[in-house]
Each structure stands twice: as C-alpha cells, then as structure tokens.
C-alpha cells in the first residue's frame, strides 16, 4: 500500500512539473521530488521564472538549494539572502542558510535558522531532516531522533527509515534510553601507565572480566569501540535489533551495544556503552581490545600525562583533575585551555601566526595534526604535487587505505597565546556529505603536539590545565 501511495504521489508531483502554467504547484513539485527519492531538473527552469520575476523569493530558496547540493556553497548563500529579504520565514532559504553557516562553524546560528524553518513549515521534510542532524552531532539524540523521525523515508525498506535514521534512534536508546556507566559512588582515584600500542596511547585494561589487553585512549573518538572480533569473544551485548549504517548507505558499520564492565586499575566500570565495529580488520596491534571514547573519559576527572605516560582517573567533580603528578624534567605549567564540547568531541581555539582564530579538535588517538587542505589552499597556496610537500600513503579506519600530503607549517601554531614553532601537518578534507562533516572544523591537534604535553581536563568548567614541556617546538 506504501508503495501504491509513493507512486500515486510521484504522479501528480511530475503533473506539476510538467505543468508550469501553475507556478506554486511547479515549485512546490518541484521542492518534494527529492524527498520522494527523484532529482528534480529545476535549475532551468527556475532561472527561466527569475528572468520574468528576478525577486521572486520561493524561486530564489529553490536556486540556494540547487547550488549547495551542487557543492557551490559560496553560490548558495547570496540566493538564500536574496529570498529572505523578500519573504523573512522562507523555510527552504532558512534551511539552506542555516547549513552554510553550519558549515562555517556558526552552529547556534545554524539552530536558529532550522528552529524558525521548522515552526514555519512544520510540515516540510528539510528543516526536520537537518535539525535533526544538527541536533545529532551535537549530542542531543534524543531531540534529533523527534525531528528526523517526522521525515519521510527516502528509501524502502523494512522498517521505512533511512540508515541514518536508525543510527539517530540507536544513539538514542543507547546513551539516553537508561542511565549508563555505574561507577562507584567513592573511589580513590586510579592512576595506570600508558604504553603505546602500537604508535598510540593505550592502558591496560579487562573487559567484561574476561578479556585482558589494552584500550587506547582516544578523545578524538565520541564513544568506545570494539572491533567485532574482541567483541565476539568478550561476549559484549549488541544492544540494537537494527545494524546502524552510514547516511548514504546501508553497509553496516557499526552495532550499538554494552560491554558489562571494563576494570582499569582496579576501578570497575558497568554497563559501558558502545559500538561495535562490524567490518572485519586487522586490530593495530597484539591485544589492543579497542578504544576508549571521549564518552568514556568525560565520566571522570582525567589527567592525560603523556609526558610522563600515565593516565589518571579521578571522581566527577572531586575538583582532582587539576593533579599533575610527576610531570617530567623541564616542563611548564602554562594555565587553562578553554575547549568547547560538540556531541563528545573536544575543541580547542587555535592560530596560524598571526591569523584568526581556527576551531581544532583535540586528539590523542590521531597520529598526525591535521589541517584542512581548503585552508592549506587558500593561506598557503598549497595543493597535493607542491614541492614543499610531502607524499604520505597510510591506512585508516578499518585499514583502508589513503593518499595525502604533509606540509611544514612556515608559520607557528599559537595556543593559548604559546607559540609552536616547526610543526608539520597532513593535508585533510574536513567537509564531508553530511551535516556534520559541513560543520567545518579546522583540523586536528594530534600526537605530534599532545605528547608534549599534559591534559587535566576538566569537562563541568569545560578548561583543560595544561603542561607542556619546554622543548625546541616552543619559540625559537
């Protein structure tokens, strides 16, 4: 019967098209066909009826659209602008506007603009679909998973959701569907080595009291991962009945589930959530168990000391996390980094010289720092094949395999008014095809800098008081 509807619907809508005597029947068609899984063919069209009606605001949200799902993002905006001068509650010129400020990092902007779409045109798919994704990728799954639930399916299957969807709901059920991580009410904090396994920082840890290993600490990562295998023999739970894929695919990716405990140190952690990675790889190395998320970490008072390799956990709120230990010869306490939370991802404001402040994310479990190539492009005039680069070839995420280029920095990296000088960067495409890859980030601050340094993190006053060591990276 669905699909009787569907069909009955794609009908009329290619009626409208056809019919362009009815300009609000065309470009309402026209705006749904997507929805119902057919591209449109607006384009001419539409800029046939901006020759006759060069205001028109419906026509111009139409052509803003266009031009972003093109990639013309910087073309998108001046027609989004344009048809909200003409009628200020253009839904779809709010949608796209609101991803292209998205996309330049203005996120509560972008809230507003899909806020004000959605009480506009409660009914229509786009400001549902993206504040749902919005809302997702800032960790507020529950919220995300009211809005995208509303959005029509774009394709058929069982259960008449799109991958994403379901990821959205299994995040949902996951991490706020009941009260995870039952950590003892009093605990004296635990302090354990990092080793690094095989080039990241990883502590020794049992999981589910059966398997011993290690799990790298990774704040680049949101949640805590298992490859299927360790999970397999750990008997970890898979919570979700649906396997979770990516937005455009249904290749499963991950499975959400729970690991019963993980003990570090002698302190026990229950009812852990996690994902289980569901493609078969290679671990990176002998009994590395997986990664423990930022998710995970930000349940406690941490101190990350990779100087002198030891990783502290302390109670939530017991005002411990500014502990340094033995930090090592000739470091410097040099105050607190503010850093910002998106969904579970940490970061930190930093400079290229004397430029304006860029958004990183801060992250031990990456290799490199990274920084996007559109920036390299634009600052430096940098692009792959430049003969101040350097090939790179590497694996991934589950081993596969990518091609980049390292850059030296010809000017310092500024943190926190502290000048880096002699870091080097690999090249990376920081905008991906969904929503949060359009929330533009700068790049990452990896190990290269990290291991430098020492990190008490404090998640409630959302700062870091931090170490580093006085070394040939600082000023010279």
Known sequence: ASIVRAAEEIRRLEEAVADRSDVAAFLDAEERLPWVGI?????????????????????????AAVRFEQGLREEALPFAEAALRGTPGEPLALVYRAVVRAAEGNLEEALADLGRAEAAAPQRPEPAHFLGSLLFYRGR??????????????????????????????????????RPFAV??????????????????????????????????????ETTRIPRREAALAEVREDAVVRTGAV????????????????????????????????????????????????FIA?????????????????????????????GVGAEQLGALRFTRVGNTLRVRASLGEGPPLEFVLDTGAAANTLDSAILRERFGV???????????????AGRPFRTFSFPLP?????????????????????????????????????????????????????????LRGSPARGR
């Open 39 to 63: 591209g449109g063919s607006a384009e001419g069209e539409v800029q046939a009826l901006l020759a006759v009606v060069p205001d028109h605001p419906r026509a111009l949200a139409l052509l």
């Open 141 to 178: 799954f529950a919220e995300a998973a009211e809005r995208l639930e509303r959005v029509p399916p774009h394709e058929p299957d069982a259960e008449g959701r799109v991958p994403f969807v379901r990821l959205v709901l299994a995040y949902r059920d996951l991490f706020e569907g009941r």
């Open 184 to 221: 003892p009410a009093r605990f004296a904090p635990v302090e354990v080595g990092i080793e690094s396994r095989p080039d990241l920082p990883a502590v020794a840890v049992v999981v589910n009291g059966r398997r011993r290993g290690w799990m790298q600490i990774d704040t680049g990562s």
């Open 248 to 295: 455009d695919s249904t290749t499963p990716l991950h499975a959400p589930g729970r690991v019963d405990s993980i003990e570090i140190g002698g302190l026990l952690v229950r009812d852990v959530p996690a994902l289980v990675e569901m493609e078969e790889h290679a671990p990176p190395a002998e009994g590395v168990l997986g990664a423990l998320g930022t998710d």
């Open 299 to 327: 349940r406690f008072d941490p101190t990350i000391n990779l100087l002198s390799r030891r990783l502290l956990l302390a109670p939530a709120g017991s005002g411990i996390g500014g502990y340094s230990g033995d930090i």
């Open 383 to 397: 692009t792959e094949g430049d003969p101040r680069t350097t090939p790179v070839a590497a694996k991934g995420i």
């Open 411 to 467: 000017v310092p990296l500024v943190v926190d008014g502290t000048p880096l000088h002699g870091l080097a960067v690999l090249a990376e495409d920081r905008l991906g095809a969904n929503l949060r890859g359009r929330t533009r980030t700068a790049g990452t601050l990896g190990l290269p800098l990290l291991s430098s340094m020492s990190l008490s993190i404090d998640f409630g006053k959302q700062e870091i008081n931090y170490f």
